[in-house]
Structures are given as structure tokens and as C-alpha cells.
Nanobody, 121 residues
Framework: QVQLEESGGGLVQSGGSLRLACAAS????????VAWFRRAPGKDRELLLC????????FYMNSAKGRFTTSRDNVKNTVYLQMNSLKPEDTADYYC??????????????WGKGTLVTVSS
């Protein structure tokens, strides 16, 4: 059974930083592209970024550029999302997602249950 478990969310002040983790079981993240999405209250789900497993390239959406980065620890089978200079509008549930293949294309396979990030002003 595949499980993705996000952690690291919480309450942070505006301008602060958080690092989210996505720990996987039942799937080897080293063979799959992994993306981070978020859903803010009352808004649609939003893709933040995606990292290929094939070549390590990362694709950033505008809301993540310059503030968010992602990394992998293949030994721990975990992917991280480092978020800096957080703003109140970053308040959302954050999800990690695997793609079927090693690039950020095609279908997604598995979603975590999310972790809540709240940024206070």
C-alpha cells in the first residue's frame, strides 16, 4: 500500500520559513517526479512546483519562484519543500504528489493527505 505523509506544517509569522517533508512508503520516490500542490481556503488547488527524478530539474510556478525550493533524500525516501519569506496568502493545505513517471508530465499517481500551513500577519 502506497502512502505519502506530509509533515512540518504549522503556524508561522509573516516573513518566516517552514520546511515540509513528504515521507513515502510503498513507492520509491527516486523513480518518480514529485510535485507540491496547495489549496487555500475557498480556492482551487494550485500547483507550486515539480521536480523530475530523471534529471533533477525543477519547474516552478509563479507563486513559488524565488521563495520555495524542493529537494530529495533518496535514502530516507523523502522529499522536502523549503518555504521562505512566507506571506499570509500562503496559508493553505500543502500536498505532495507523485507522477507516474520520472518527469513532470502525464498522470499523477498518489497524493498525501496534506499538512496545514498558517501564516499570520
Amino acid at each position: 500500500q502506497v502512502q505519502l505523509e506530509e509533515s512540518g506544517g504549522g503556524l508561522v509569522q509573516s516573513g518566516g520559513s517552514l520546511r515540509l517533508a513528504c515521507a513515502a512508503s510503498g513507492v520509491t520516490l527516486a523513480y518518480h517526479a514529485v510535485a507540491w500542490f496547495r489549496r487555500a481556503p475557498g480556492k482551487d488547488r494550485e500547483l507550486l512546483l515539480c521536480m523530475n527524478s530523471s534529471d533533477g530539474r525543477t519547474f516552478y510556478m509563479n507563486s513559488a519562484k524565488g521563495r520555495f525550493t524542493t529537494s530529495r533524500d533518496n535514502v530516507k525516501n523523502t522529499v522536502y519543500l523549503q518555504m521562505n519569506s512566507l506571506k499570509p496568502e500562503d496559508t493553505a493545505d500543502y500536498y505532495c504528489v507523485t507522477y507516474h513517471g520520472s518527469t513532470c508530465e502525464g498522470n499523477t499517481d498518489y497524493w498525501g493527505k496534506g499538512t496545514l500551513v498558517t501564516v499570520s500577519s
